[in-house]
């Protein structure tokens, strides 16, 4: 083996395994993001409380926000602005077929922008309903573009002529996509046919976007087990 083809592996063996790691990035943290909003929201006001020497911090179920993106106006938000972020960074920086780097630079972009432009607050002003418009858009484009991950990308490898994905990861990719879709929908509906008091007591999106979120995380870190050279 020459010098060359020593040098020409290493660096493929070093593309496969990066490669395979940023897909399990993606859902480890997506996995990790409803989770540990809500815990760490709720613990640290009872770490506060302590502090104080007061008792005012609700309980575990009171201190749920009405979505994942409340929680920017929590104990949670470095949490949930980082976790978007780290999003934006590993869907850019996606590179494999042509069609995952359109998708995932456009979910990418859109998750930066769901961190950086907050939900609207309760009694918004202009500016804040013009922001919270935006983040809402963005967030659609982001999920939207997860379920595309699912149900077109993930089932087949564009790199080779002949599909190598199992046909039981096939069907599991789009399951995973199909209910992303299916959250979404059911987002849109009951944002249309439940007034705001009903939808923030039952937490109505807060659990919509946990399901689409463990979704695509169980998706990709599925996915980061392709061509594992190990």
Known sequence: MTAFSVTDWLEDRWFVRSHLLLR?????????????????????GLVVDAADG????????????????GYYYTYSANIFVGAQIAFAVFLVTYRYGIWERRVGTAAGV?????GLCPTTPADPTALQ???????????????????VFC????????A????????????????????IVVALLVAVVGGLVLDDEVRDRVRFLFWLESVAVFAFATAWLVKGQDLDPS
């Open 160 to 179: 080779v002529e002949t599909n190598t994905v199992p046909a039981g990861r096939q069907r599991l990719f789009r399951a995973c996509g199909i209910v």
């Open 110 to 114: 859109a998750s930066a922008v769901v």
């Open 54 to 69: 007061t008792d005012t911090a609700p309980g575990l179920w009171d201190s749920l926000q009405s979505s994942i993106s």
């Open 129 to 147: 309903r013009l922001v919270g418009g935006l983040h809402l858009t963005a967030a659609a484009v982001f999920f939207v573009g997860m379920a």
């Open 24 to 44: 399990r990035l993606v859902g480890a943290v997506g996995f990790a993001l409803p989770v540990l909003v809500v815990l760490f929201g709720w613990s640290w």
């Open 151 to 158: 149900l077109f990308l993930f089932p087949r490898d564009p």
